[in-house]
C-alpha cells in the first residue's frame, strides 16, 4: 500500500513592509507639496534703527505685526500666528487688546511689541499703540530691524 504524505508549507514569519512604504511615499509627497504653501505671518519690512535685543531670558513677547494693507497678525509667544479678523479699526483694536490682556494675565510682564512695516502710516502704528497703553498694557515696544 501507497502512502502518501502531506507536504506542509513552511509559515512566513516576516512583516510585508511595501505597503507601509507606500504609504510613507505618499505621505512625503502631500507634505513637500503643503509646505511651500504654508507660511508664516504677514510679510512685514521693519524699519532699520539701533536698538537693543530682548533678554534671553525674557519670556517670549506678544507681537502684533501690520502690514501695508492694514492686516494685523498676532504673534503670543510661541503659539502660532493669529490674523485679527478684519472689521472696523476700533474692532480690531478690542480685538488685539483682549488677546494681549489675556496673555499678559498668564505671562507677566512679558513684553508687548508693534512690528509695523515701514511703509504703514504712523497713525495706525500709534493708535495701536495708545489702545495697547489705554487696556493696561505697562510697557507697548517697537520691533524694528537692526542697522548693519
Known amino acids: ?5 502531506r507536504i ?19 505621505l512625503l ?5 503643503v509646505t511651500p504653501v504654508i507660511t508664516q505671518g504677514v510679510k512685514v519690512d521693519l524699519p532699520q534703527a539701533e536698538s537693543e ?3 534671553e531670558d ?6 502684533v505685526s501690520v502690514n501695508t494693507e492694514g492686516e494685523y497678525v498676532i504673534k503670543a509667544g510661541e503659539a502660532d500666528d493669529e490674523p485679527v479678523p478684519s472689521g472696523t479699526p476700533e474692532a480690531m483694536q478690542q ?3 483682549e488677546k494681549a490682556m489675556g496673555y499678559l494675565a498668564i505671562n507677566q510682564n512679558a513684553p508687548v511689541v508693534v512690528a509695523g512695516d515701514k511703509a504703514v502710516r504712523y497713525e495706525e502704528v500709534i493708535l495701536l499703540m495708545v489702545a495697547l497703553k489705554n487696556a493696561g498694557v505697562p510697557q507697548v515696544g517697537l520691533m ?3 542697522v548693519n
Open 1 to 5: 500500500m501507497q502512502t502518501y504524505q
Open 8 to 26: 506542509r508549507r513552511k509559515k512566513v514569519a516576516e512583516i510585508n513592509v511595501v505597503p507601509y512604504i507606500d504609504v510613507m511615499l505618499v
Open 29 to 33: 509627497i502631500i507634505f513637500m507639496a
Open 53 to 55: 535685543q530682548l533678554p
Open 58 to 63: 525674557a519670556k517670549p513677547p506678544f507681537i
Open 95 to 97: 480685538y488685539i487688546t
Open 144 to 146: 524694528t530691524d537692526p
